[in-house]
């Protein structure tokens, strides 16, 4: 029996899935298949060797390079149909609020969704806004360091002058929030801080399904807004390492990222989440290198 589910794996990894998507297809089997030798088919000895193994043959290979434009985004994220908050579709709203927040606190979705609305959980201040997650939430690592942990993020250009500052004002998140407990307020029944905008669950708490579909969303809205196609597949978790890596460029230290990202170590940032955000700078070097040429 187990030799006939092993040769099953192994037909699906010469179709070219990964050894995660195989683990699935085991952990699928393990449910319906009786025990063999009083284990359960996922927790056998021969499957976690077996599992090991093709992990030593197919290792997993991590992106290097972003693959979405965060610039791009972030750009159209102060244009229509995200803009003006007051009156734009309040589905717009939501996007853009969760994708904000979850790009400047490089917060698991998880954790965002365990975010609250009321005080003390959450506070606004002059220079900052300060969330914190129901106390019943578990985090992913249950452990003192990720137990608890508050998300602050400060006022972005608090005093717009020039048109150019007024622009990027707009992608404050303490200025998006305040809008969207404004718009929510009337329906919200939840006091978890993002809620359902329709459907039979409007104004519920929205799962951590409901906003990886809102931080897809935003990026596939803005590629459309700026007449660009949109890479595929998206997927929500990648803004983790696209907040990260941007950060980690513009001279942060790692020790401050892997704070605000709740990683206890910086190799989880530089084995899984890094990418080099400034290849397409390299790229511009070298075009102008052979440009030379022709002076």
């Given at each position: 029996?187990?030799?006939?589910?092993?040769?099953?794996?192994?037909?699906?990894?010469?179709?070219?899935?990964?050894?995660?998507?195989?683990?699935?297809?085991?952990?699928?089997?393990?449910?319906?298949?009786?025990?063999?030798?009083?284990s359960?088919?996922?927790?056998?000895?021969?499957?976690?060797?077996?599992?090991?193994?093709?992990?030593?043959?197919?290792?997993?290979?991590?992106?290097?390079?972003?693959?979405?434009?965060?610039?791009?985004?972030?750009?159209?994220?102060m244009?229509?149909?995200?803009?003006?908050?007051a009156?734009?579709?309040?589905?717009?709203?939501?996007?853009?609020?969760?994708?904000?927040?979850?790009?400047?606190?490089?917060r698991?979705?998880g954790?965002?969704?365990?975010?609250?609305?009321?005080?003390?959980?959450?506070?606004?201040?002059?220079?900052?806004?300060?969330?914190?997650?129901?106390?019943?939430?578990?985090?992913?690592?249950?452990?003192?360091?990720?137990?608890?942990?508050?998300v602050?993020?400060?006022?972005?250009?608090?005093?717009?002058?020039?048109?150019?500052?007024?622009?990027?004002?707009?992608?404050?998140?303490?200025?998006?929030?305040?809008?969207?407990?404004?718009?929510?307020?009337?329906?919200?029944?939840?006091?978890?801080?993002?809620?359902?905008?329709?459907?039979?669950?409007?104004?519920?708490?929205?799962?951590?399904?409901?906003?990886?579909?809102?931080?897809?969303?935003?990026?596939?809205?803005?590629?459309?807004?700026?007449?660009?196609?949109?890479?595929?597949?998206?997927?929500?978790?990648?803004?983790?390492?696209?907040?990260?890596?941007?950060?980690?460029?513009?001279?942060?230290?790692?020790?401050?990222?892997?704070?605000?990202?709740?990683?206890?170590?910086?190799?989880?940032?530089?084995?899984?989440?890094?990418?080099?955000?400034?290849?397409?700078?390299?790229?511009?070097?070298?075009?102008?290198?052979?440009?030379?040429?022709?002076?």
């Amino acid at each position: 029996d187990m030799q006939q589910i092993f040769q099953f794996l192994l037909g699906l990894i010469d179709e070219g899935l990964s050894v995660s998507s195989i683990k699935v297809f085991l952990a699928a089997i393990s449910c319906f298949h009786i025990k063999v030798d009083g284990s359960p088919v996922f927790s056998h000895p021969l499957s976690k060797c077996f599992l090991k193994g093709l992990v030593n043959l197919y290792p997993p290979v991590p992106r290097l390079v972003p693959q979405w434009s965060l610039s791009l985004v972030l750009t159209q994220l102060m244009h229509k149909p995200f803009e003006p908050l007051a009156s734009s579709d309040l589905s717009f709203l939501s996007y853009k609020v969760a994708f904000l927040l979850a790009i400047t606190s490089l917060r698991r979705v998880g954790e965002i969704a365990a975010l609250c609305c009321d005080p003390p959980y959450m506070e606004f201040y002059p220079n900052r806004v300060v969330l914190r997650p129901r106390p019943t939430f578990l985090p992913k690592v249950v452990s003192k360091f990720h137990m608890g942990q508050t998300v602050s993020l400060p006022v972005f250009l608090p005093e717009p002058h020039s048109a150019a500052e007024k622009a990027l004002h707009t992608l404050d998140l303490r200025r998006c929030l305040l809008f969207y407990l404004k718009r929510t307020a009337d329906f919200r029944v939840d006091r978890s801080l993002f809620v359902c905008f329709r459907g039979p669950r409007k104004g519920r708490a929205a799962s951590s399904q409901t906003i990886s579909r809102w931080l897809v969303q935003a990026i596939r809205l803005a590629y459309s807004s700026a007449n660009r196609d949109c890479p595929l597949p998206l997927r929500a978790h990648s803004l983790r390492a696209q907040g990260a890596s941007a950060a980690f460029s513009s001279g942060l230290r790692l020790e401050d990222i892997c704070r605000s990202a709740t990683w206890s170590a910086p190799s989880t940032f530089i084995r899984h989440y890094a990418l080099d955000v400034d290849s397409s700078k390299d790229a511009v070097v070298g075009k102008t290198i052979l440009q030379s040429l022709f002076r």
